[in-house]
């Protein structure tokens, strides 16, 4: 199983004047600088809790569609990497060797999950496929939305200030009276209300 980012985010969930308000200073002159650690720590935001924070479109590699078992009765597809906005397409290597799209109506998407799941239609099953790696690939949209509001204020509350804490420190170690301290923030129970445990 491989994710591959097909298209990155078009904004971030922080602006300048949301940063200006958090470290109260006037970035004009350093908004490149700024506008990277928001990226960066968007990023790291998104490793932390295994989730898309913005709506960004991803491709989930396979070698071969679920089948029914006792764990997974209904030979669901779990989209590691919530929330699940929508599936573009579905395209597999059938067993002549030919890349076929899989019609939506073969079927269903749970996007109330977390994560979100593909199953069959009612009464359908996947198709066979090339016994071959990465024969099943599926797109989709992830993340909270397109908007900066969409994101939870908890998770743009932690990122502000690990922002702040980047442009006020800008290494990765700081002496202080009582020896080197590392820069970590205080806030990461902040993620907590949009963190998910992993089945398995």
């Known amino acids: 199983m491989a994710l591959k980012l097909v298209t990155p985010p078009t904004v971030e969930p922080l602006t300048m004047a949301d940063v200006e308000a958090q470290t109260r200073a006037d970035l004009t002159t350093e908004s490149e600088l700024v506008e990277g650690y928001i990226s960066a720590v968007r990023a790291r935001a998104e490793v932390e809790l295994r989730r898309a924070i913005l709506a960004q479109t991803w491709d989930l590699v396979l070698d071969a569609f679920p089948t029914s078992t006792a764990r997974n009765p209904?030979?669901?597809l779990e989209i590691n990497l919530p929330p699940l906005q929508s599936i573009t397409h579905i395209k597999y290597l059938s067993t002549d060797n030919v890349l076929t799209t899989l019609a939506a109506s073969e079927y269903?998407?749970?996007?109330?999950?977390?994560?979100?799941r593909v199953t069959?239609?009612?009464g359908k099953v996947w198709p066979s496929t090339l016994d071959y790696p990465g024969a099943v690939r599926i797109r989709f949209v992830a993340g909270?939305?397109?908007e900066v509001m969409d994101v939870p204020q908890c998770i743009r509350h932690w990122m502000l200030m690990n922002v702040a804490t980047l442009y006020?420190?800008?290494?990765?170690?700081?002496?202080?009276?009582?020896?080197?301290?590392?820069l970590k923030t205080l806030a990461d129970s902040l993620l907590d209300p949009e963190r998910w445990e992993v089945r398995l």
């Open 168 to 182: 006020e420190n800008r290494e990765s170690l700081t002496i202080g009276n009582g020896g080197v301290i590392e």
């Open 144 to 146: 909270y939305g397109d």
């Open 74 to 76: 209904y030979a669901a």
């Open 108 to 116: 269903v998407v749970d996007l109330d999950s977390t994560p979100g």
């Open 120 to 122: 069959p239609a009612y």
